[in-house]
Every structure is written in C-alpha cells, then in structure tokens.
T-cell receptor
Framework: AQTVTQSQPEMSVQEAETVTLSCTYDTSESNYYLFWYKQPPSRQMILVIRQEAYKQQNATENRFSVNFQKAAKSFSLKISDSQLGDTAMYFCAFMKRPGGSQGNLIFGKGTKLSVKP | GAVVSQHPSWVICKSGTSVKIECRSLDFQATTMFWYRQFPKQSLMLMATSNEGSKATYEQGVEKDKFLINHASLTLSTLTVTSAHPEDSSFYIC???????????FGAGTRLSVL
C-alpha cells in the first residue's frame, strides 16, 4: 500500500521569502503521479502542481516548483516570493497511474503554512 | 482549470432526516468522482469512489446504506446522508477526475451540521 508523509505540521515564512515543504512517499509502483494541493481558509482544494513520475524534469508553475527525487521517494514543494495569499494548508498526494486503479488520491496529513507580513 | 460545483455549501438538518449533496463537473466529463470527509484540522479521508452508471465502491468502515451515492451521468454525482445523526456532522468534499489528464478537481465542500 502507498503512504504519503509530510513531516512538517506547521511552517511560517516572511512575505517575499522562499519556503520549502517536504513530502516523502512509499510505493512499489514505477508509474504514478504526485500532486500538491492547497486548502486556504475557504477550504476549497486547489491544485498547485502536478508531477508525472516518468518525467525527470521537475514541474514548475510560476512561483511554485518541485524537487522530485524518485530514488529517494521525495517530492518537496518550493514557494518563491511568498505572498499573503499563499497562507493555507498544503497537502501532498499520490495517484497510481491508472490502468487498473480508478485514480484515487492518497493524501499526506498536510502542512499548515503561514505567510507573515 | 476545470470547475467542479458542489451544492449546498452549508446545510443544517435535524437528526433523523436525510440530506443530499450534489457534485457537478461544469466543463468536463468525469467517469469517476470521489467523496471525501474531512474532520477539523485533518486530512481528507476517502469515503467512496463513484463511477458513472455503476455502483459506488466504498472504503472500509464507511456504511454504504447510510451514505448513498448515485452517479447517473458523466457530470453529476450525489451523496445522500440518510437518517443523519450529530456524529455525521462534518465537512464533505467531492472531486471529479478529468479523464484525459488524470487530475482530480475539487468542489468547494459542504459543511453538514446535524442538530
């Protein structure tokens, strides 16, 4: 069975600075997807970034980038130029590549990020 | 990104009544939708996986007779909490998986309060 671990329950960062959120996972699969979702106080889950395991290049989306280390089963999220609107709960998630599964997500417990002015 | 509409956003009901929550994918088709429950300050717990035109698959420990799921079309899934009790009070979130992209998009959630 797959597991996702986020070892930092809470983090804080000053506005405009950079912060990195950690995520490790355990799987015997070779093909899968990894995601970071954010859940602001509104509780709407928002997709931040997605990584396909067979791609070696790290995904980037504007100020958000990942450091994907497949051998180490590590998938960290870097937020550059942090903004107040980045304050949220961040969840790391794993999805087996469909072809047998229905594509359900396995979530970590989350990291609460506070961006301070 | 794709939009998933979830309705209602907040519902208060009396103990013993049933409540229906709707989840719609607005601009894409979703053969698979998911229902989660989230307790305060915790992660999302998958309750069931809903496939269009077939019976839902429930996670271990989730009562299928209490949480009825219907997925009648490629854009609509419903969750009915039957004979609700105060312990069913929670935040329920749906998601829809866009077929081609293998991405789950989430509704805004429904806060259920059972008195």
């Amino acid at each position: 069975a797959q597991t996702v671990t986020q070892s930092q329950p809470e983090m804080s960062v000053q506005e405009a600075e950079t912060v990195t959120l950690s995520c490790t996972y355990d799987t015997s699969e070779s093909n899968y997807y990894l995601f970071w979702y954010k859940q602001p106080p509104s509780r709407q889950m928002i997709l931040v970034i997605r990584q396909e395991a067979y791609k070696q290049q790290n995904a980037t989306e504007n100020r958000f980038s990942v450091n994907f280390q497949k051998a180490a089963k590590s998938f960290s999220l870097k937020i550059s130029d942090s903004q107040l609107g980045d304050t949220a709960m961040y969840f790391c998630a794993f999805m087996k590549r469909p072809g047998g599964s229905q594509g359900n997500l396995i979530f970590g417990k989350g990291t609460k990020l506070s961006v301070k002015p | 990104g794709a939009v998933v509409s979830q309705h209602p956003s907040w519902v208060i009901c009396k103990s013993g009544t049933s409540v229906k929550i709707e989840c719609r994918s607005l601009d894409f088709q979703a053969t698979t939708m998911f229902w989660y429950r989230q307790f305060p300050k915790q992660s999302l717990m998958l309750m069931a996986t809903s496939n269009e035109g077939s019976k839902a698959t429930y996670e271990q420990g989730v009562e299928k007779d209490k949480f009825l799921i219907n997925h009648a079309s490629l854009t609509l899934s419903t969750l009915t909490v039957t004979s609700a009790h105060p312990e069913d009070s929670s935040f329920y979130i749906c998601s829809a998986k866009e077929i081609a992209k293998n991405i789950q998009y989430f509704g805004a959630g429904t806060r259920l309060s059972v008195l």
